[in-house]
């Protein structure tokens, strides 16, 4: 089965830049993996994602300032997250959407 393991989270001051890491396991082919967050109260919602042909779409929030990226090698993605405010923080959660699998979450918090 697809293990996903997050890492890379903390805490950091307003402004500032934190890079999360997705490390998939047991993955077979091309799964496109993106980037989900919920924060306390809210909906979960879609940060950033590939697709299957290696498209990758942001939502309204994180365009300008977010960067996901991968190494399809290591089966890894990763999320740029610059220039933090407070609003940013939230568990941040690694999928894949082929096999239907979530990480376990990474807490971020941004502090003023």
């Known amino acids: 089965q697809v293990q996903l393991v997050e890492s890379g989270g903390g805490l950091v001051q307003a402004g500032d830049t934190l890079n999360l890491t997705c490390k998939a396991s047991?993955?077979?082919?091309?799964?496109?993996m993106g980037w989900y967050r919920q924060a306390p109260g809210k909906q979960r919602e879609l940060v950033a994602r590939?697709?299957?042909?290696?498209?990758?779409t942001n939502a309204d929030f994180a365009r300008g300032r977010f960067i996901i990226s991968r190494d399809n090698n290591k089966r890894t993605v990763y999320l740029q997250m610059d220039n933090l405010p407070t609003a940013d923080s939230a568990v941040y959660y690694c999928?894949?959407?082929?096999?239907?699998?979530w990480g376990q979450g990474i807490q971020v918090t941004v502090s003023s």
């Open positions: 999928r894949a959407y082929w096999s239907k699998t």
């Open positions: 047991g993955m077979t082919g091309e799964d496109p």
């Open positions: 590939f697709y299957g042909n290696g498209n990758t």
